[in-house]
């Protein structure tokens, strides 16, 4: 059973930076063989895609954090990153990380991945 455990969450003004961690543990098949991503969901929104990563880092980001945030993973960890620059009252929201068994394609359904607990991000203006 795949566990993720995300940390690094918290408080921060707009303008600020934040690192989110996701360790994993538990993998049927070895690590780089899952696409990882970030998710996020603020309250009333529906979840959304924020970034993802496949096992050879090749990345995607939504456009809405695009340039001001970047997605890394440590394969030898087991833990992925991300790193959050430039912060807005908008990126307020729950976020979680997910693991998917993937070819390399990042993109298509998440629904059948694995998800953490979830950390949360609040920004203040």
């Known amino acids: 059973q795949v566990q993720l455990v995300e940390s690094g969450g918290g408080a921060v003004q707009s303008g600020g930076s934040l690192r989110l961690s996701c360790a994993a543990s538990?993998?049927?098949?070895?690590?780089?063989?899952?696409?990882m991503g970030w998710f996020r969901q603020a309250p009333g929104k529906e979840r959304e895609a924020v970034a993802t990563i496949n096992g050879m880092g090749g990345v995607g980001y939504a456009e809405s954090v695009r340039g001001r945030s970047a997605i890394v993973r440590d394969n030898a960890k087991n833990t992925v990153y991300l790193q959050m620059n430039s912060l807005k009252p908008e990126d307020t929201a729950l976020y979680y990380c997910?693991?998917?068994?993937?070819?390399?394609?990042?993109?298509?359904?998440?629904?059948?991945?694995?998800w953490g607990q979830g950390t949360q991000v609040t920004v203040s203006s």
């Open positions: 538990g993998y049927a098949y070895t690590y780089s063989a899952y696409c």
């Open positions: 997910a693991a998917k068994k993937s070819n390399g394609v990042c993109s298509g359904s998440w629904s059948s991945a694995y």
